[in-house]
Protein backbone atom coordinates (compact mmCIF):
# COMPACT_ATOMS: atom_id res chain seq x y z
CA UNK A 1 0.00 0.00 0.00
CA UNK A 2 2.82 2.37 0.70
CA UNK A 3 3.97 1.80 -2.58
CA UNK A 4 1.25 2.86 -4.49
CA UNK A 5 0.84 6.16 -2.33
CA UNK A 6 4.10 6.87 -2.85
CA UNK A 7 3.27 6.29 -7.16
CA UNK A 8 0.04 8.30 -6.11
CA UNK A 9 2.40 11.12 -4.92
CA UNK A 10 4.71 11.19 -8.10
CA UNK A 11 1.61 10.98 -10.22
CA UNK A 12 0.75 14.14 -8.56
CA UNK A 13 3.43 15.39 -8.90
CA UNK A 14 4.06 15.63 -12.34
CA UNK A 15 0.45 16.15 -13.39
CA UNK A 16 0.92 19.64 -10.74
CA UNK A 17 4.42 20.68 -13.12
CA UNK A 18 7.01 19.01 -11.56
CA UNK A 19 7.80 16.22 -14.65
CA UNK A 20 11.06 15.52 -12.76
CA UNK A 21 8.85 13.31 -10.68
CA UNK A 22 8.41 11.13 -13.30
CA UNK A 23 11.88 10.22 -13.27
CA UNK A 24 11.05 7.56 -10.01
CA UNK A 25 7.98 6.29 -11.62
CA UNK A 26 10.75 4.90 -14.47
CA UNK A 27 13.38 3.84 -12.07
CA UNK A 28 10.77 1.90 -10.35
CA UNK A 29 9.41 0.56 -13.20
CA UNK A 30 11.96 -0.04 -16.10
CA UNK A 31 13.07 -3.29 -15.08
CA UNK A 32 9.71 -4.75 -15.34
CA UNK A 33 8.68 -2.75 -18.69
CA UNK A 34 12.22 -3.67 -19.97
CA UNK A 35 11.95 -7.49 -19.10
CA UNK A 36 8.17 -7.46 -20.72
CA UNK A 37 9.13 -6.08 -23.89
CA UNK A 38 12.30 -8.66 -24.04
CA UNK A 39 9.90 -11.30 -23.29
CA UNK A 40 7.60 -10.91 -26.58
CA UNK A 41 10.32 -8.76 -29.09
CA UNK A 42 13.46 -11.73 -28.12
CA UNK A 43 15.86 -8.73 -28.58
CA UNK A 44 17.25 -6.20 -26.23
CA UNK A 45 17.55 -3.44 -28.81
CA UNK A 46 13.88 -3.51 -30.11
CA UNK A 47 13.12 -4.03 -26.30
CA UNK A 48 14.80 -0.78 -24.76
CA UNK A 49 13.32 0.99 -27.96
CA UNK A 50 9.52 -0.56 -27.07
CA UNK A 51 10.23 0.61 -23.17
CA UNK A 52 11.43 4.13 -24.33
CA UNK A 53 7.97 4.64 -25.86
CA UNK A 54 6.35 3.14 -23.25
CA UNK A 55 7.42 5.79 -20.40
CA UNK A 56 6.91 8.50 -23.19
CA UNK A 57 3.52 8.07 -23.68
CA UNK A 58 2.67 6.96 -20.27
CA UNK A 59 4.07 10.37 -19.40
CA UNK A 60 2.39 12.22 -22.01
CA UNK A 61 -1.24 9.83 -20.64
CA UNK A 62 -0.23 10.36 -17.36
CA UNK A 63 -3.40 12.64 -17.03
CA UNK A 64 -5.98 10.23 -18.38
CA UNK A 65 -4.42 7.19 -15.87
CA UNK A 66 -7.99 6.84 -13.85
CA UNK A 67 -6.24 5.03 -10.53
CA UNK A 68 -8.40 2.27 -11.30
CA UNK A 69 -5.95 -0.53 -11.50
CA UNK A 70 -2.47 -0.19 -10.02
CA UNK A 71 -0.26 2.31 -12.29
CA UNK A 72 2.13 -0.33 -12.79
CA UNK A 73 -0.28 -2.68 -14.17
CA UNK A 74 -1.38 0.40 -16.58
CA UNK A 75 2.31 0.70 -17.43
CA UNK A 76 2.59 -2.88 -17.91
CA UNK A 77 -0.38 -2.84 -20.33
CA UNK A 78 0.95 -0.09 -22.75
CA UNK A 79 4.05 -2.24 -23.20
CA UNK A 80 2.75 -5.23 -23.71
CA UNK A 81 0.24 -2.95 -26.36
CA UNK A 82 3.50 -1.48 -27.20
CA UNK A 83 5.67 -4.29 -27.76
CA UNK A 84 3.08 -6.65 -29.26
CA UNK A 85 2.57 -3.62 -32.24
CA UNK A 86 6.27 -3.66 -32.76
CA UNK A 87 5.95 -7.28 -33.20
CA UNK A 88 3.54 -6.74 -35.94
CA UNK A 89 5.17 -4.55 -37.63
CA UNK A 90 8.14 -6.71 -37.80
CA UNK A 91 7.66 -9.71 -39.95
CA UNK A 92 11.46 -10.90 -39.67
CA UNK A 93 12.44 -13.69 -37.03
CA UNK A 94 14.06 -13.26 -34.29
CA UNK A 95 17.14 -15.21 -33.20
CA UNK A 96 16.82 -15.43 -29.04
CA UNK A 97 20.17 -14.01 -27.94
CA UNK A 98 21.16 -15.97 -25.05
CA UNK A 99 22.46 -12.60 -22.79
CA UNK A 100 18.73 -11.43 -22.50
CA UNK A 101 17.20 -14.17 -21.08
CA UNK A 102 19.91 -14.78 -18.47
CA UNK A 103 18.42 -12.03 -15.90
CA UNK A 104 15.04 -13.79 -16.57
CA UNK A 105 15.57 -17.22 -15.13
CA UNK A 106 12.76 -19.01 -13.45
CA UNK A 107 14.91 -20.53 -10.91
CA UNK A 108 16.95 -18.70 -8.65
CA UNK A 109 20.48 -19.10 -9.85
CA UNK A 110 22.57 -17.69 -6.60
CA UNK A 111 23.93 -20.56 -5.04
CA UNK A 112 23.67 -24.04 -6.96
CA UNK A 113 25.93 -26.94 -8.01
CA UNK A 114 26.26 -28.84 -10.95
CA UNK A 115 23.18 -30.78 -11.05
CA UNK A 116 20.89 -27.89 -10.36
CA UNK A 117 22.59 -26.01 -13.16
CA UNK A 118 21.64 -29.02 -15.59
CA UNK A 119 18.16 -28.93 -14.47
CA UNK A 120 18.14 -25.10 -14.79
CA UNK A 121 19.12 -25.47 -18.26
CA UNK A 122 16.32 -28.23 -19.05
CA UNK A 123 14.27 -25.77 -17.59
CA UNK A 124 15.01 -22.32 -19.71
CA UNK A 125 15.09 -25.32 -22.99
CA UNK A 126 11.88 -26.30 -22.02
CA UNK A 127 10.10 -22.86 -21.62
CA UNK A 128 11.77 -21.96 -24.97
CA UNK A 129 9.80 -24.57 -26.51
CA UNK A 130 6.71 -22.91 -24.82
CA UNK A 131 4.47 -20.23 -27.07
CA UNK A 132 5.44 -16.77 -26.78
CA UNK A 133 2.23 -15.65 -24.80
CA UNK A 134 2.73 -18.62 -22.35
CA UNK A 135 6.53 -17.53 -21.61
CA UNK A 136 5.26 -13.99 -21.07
CA UNK A 137 2.65 -15.10 -18.66
CA UNK A 138 5.05 -17.85 -16.92
CA UNK A 139 7.25 -14.47 -16.55
CA UNK A 140 5.29 -11.90 -15.57
CA UNK A 141 3.54 -14.77 -13.03
CA UNK A 142 6.79 -16.34 -11.28
CA UNK A 143 9.31 -13.73 -11.88
CA UNK A 144 7.63 -10.67 -11.98
CA UNK A 145 5.40 -12.13 -8.86
CA UNK A 146 2.08 -10.39 -10.75
CA UNK A 147 -0.86 -11.86 -9.44
CA UNK A 148 -3.80 -13.59 -11.72
CA UNK A 149 -5.74 -10.44 -11.78
CA UNK A 150 -3.18 -7.85 -12.75
CA UNK A 151 -1.80 -10.28 -15.91
CA UNK A 152 -5.34 -10.34 -17.05
CA UNK A 153 -5.57 -6.33 -17.04
CA UNK A 154 -2.01 -6.43 -18.50
CA UNK A 155 -2.93 -8.97 -21.66
CA UNK A 156 -6.50 -8.06 -22.15
CA UNK A 157 -7.65 -11.62 -21.02
CA UNK A 158 -10.18 -12.71 -18.51
CA UNK A 159 -9.04 -13.97 -15.03
CA UNK A 160 -9.74 -18.09 -15.61
CA UNK A 161 -8.20 -17.89 -19.21
CA UNK A 162 -4.70 -17.01 -17.45
CA UNK A 163 -5.78 -19.87 -14.39
CA UNK A 164 -5.85 -22.25 -17.31
CA UNK A 165 -2.46 -20.75 -19.34
CA UNK A 166 -0.79 -21.44 -16.21
CA UNK A 167 -2.18 -24.61 -16.01
CA UNK A 168 -1.44 -25.99 -19.15
CA UNK A 169 1.65 -24.09 -19.29
CA UNK A 170 2.84 -25.61 -15.97
CA UNK A 171 1.61 -29.07 -17.42
CA UNK A 172 3.85 -28.57 -20.78
CA UNK A 173 6.74 -28.07 -18.77
CA UNK A 174 6.37 -30.99 -16.85
CA UNK A 175 5.85 -33.34 -19.76
CA UNK A 176 8.96 -31.41 -21.71
CA UNK A 177 11.28 -32.14 -18.48
CA UNK A 178 9.84 -35.64 -18.23
CA UNK A 179 11.26 -36.28 -21.77
CA UNK A 180 14.71 -34.75 -20.43
CA UNK A 181 14.96 -37.17 -17.88
CA UNK A 182 14.10 -34.84 -15.34
CA UNK A 183 10.68 -35.53 -12.89
CA UNK A 184 10.70 -32.73 -10.90
CA UNK A 185 7.48 -30.90 -9.88
CA UNK A 186 7.36 -27.18 -11.87
Known sequence: MLQEELEQNCINRVLNGEPEAFRLLVERHEDHVLGIAIQILKGREEAEEVAQDVFLKAYRSLDKYAGKSKFGTWLYRITYNEAISKLRGNKKQRAVLADDFDEYDFVDTEVYDEEHEEQLLSLEEAVQKLKEP????????????????????IIGMSESNIKIRLHR????????LKKKGHGEQV
Not at 134 to 153: F, H, R
Not at 169 to 176: A, C, D, G, I, M
Open 134 to 153: DQLLLNLYYQQDKKVKEIAE
Open 169 to 176: SRSTLQEL
